[in-house]
């Protein structure tokens, strides 16, 4: 075996699990910023609001009888 050969395969290796690391890492910090911008979302949205938008049928029509 060609020791140079060697050594430049495991270290082609240990690079490409790097960058995947690094990438694995930036997917994560989205997802939690995503994360925090909802939970700032649902937090600030009206309850009846989003009760209407769900089911927007309901609630439209009073029937009144005497």
Do not use: R, Y
């Amino acid at each position: 075996m060609d020791i140079a050969f060697l050594s430049m395969a495991l270290n082609q290796g240990h690079i490409q699990q790097q960058v995947s690391i690094s990438v694995m890492k930036k997917a994560i910090g989205n997802t939690e910023q995503q994360g925090e911008a909802l939970q700032k979302l649902m937090s600030t949205a009206d309850a009846a609001a989003i009760q209407q938008a769900a089911q927007p049928h309901l609630g439209g029509k009073i029937d009144l009888k005497l």
